[in-house]
């Protein structure tokens, strides 16, 4: 299963034009209809915060507090390559690349550009205080901080397009978080994103742009 991820991930390392981004709405399968896309194992995706619509991101700077790990923030530019991530579950589990994605499943978001991991612990976030989301790690490195339990909004079964989810940190119990408190400086005009135990209208995302792999059906 391993190799299947990491053959994938090194195909649309190799063939697509980072610079430039994916394009707006890529789709490996056909479909009339964003919201009927099922989002499967192996697809790489934009994750964008429903209140303020900045996309999920990370770079190379480190924080300069807290845990010193790669930052991640909101980004307000649909464009950018490095708001693209990789859905993949956690290791030594049965699911594979094309497989639907279930309401209450363990995840895991890989940053296409860095190969870290979509990461969060104890640490206080730099603005706000709440819990630290960094990247950390890579392809021969994880741990259950690495862990995110996707719970989707209203009656949906598996994850699909445009729908609501949050995402809960296994660890910390600290749901996904981003709000309009913004850096001033290295990411200036970037906003924070943290972790919150409560439920609130900050921490609701959806997938956007993407390249979303069709479902693998078993024979």
Known sequence: MAMGFFGLTLFLYLSFDFDKGFPSSASASSSSSSQSVEITYGTVLKLMHEKTKFRLHSHDVPYGSGSGQQSVTGFPNVDDSNSYWIVQPPPDTSAKQGDTIPNGAIIRLQHMRTRKWLHSHLHASPISGNLE?????????SDTGDYWRLLIEGSGKTWKQDQRIRLQHVDT??????????YSRIAGGQQEVCGVREKRADNVWLAA???????TVSK
Do not use: A, M, N, R
């Open 133 to 141: 989301v960094s990247c950390f790690g890579g392809e021969s490195e």
């Open 173 to 182: 119990g600290g749901y996904l978080h981003s709000h309009d408190k913004k």
């Open 209 to 215: 742009e993407g390249v979303y792999l069709p479902i």
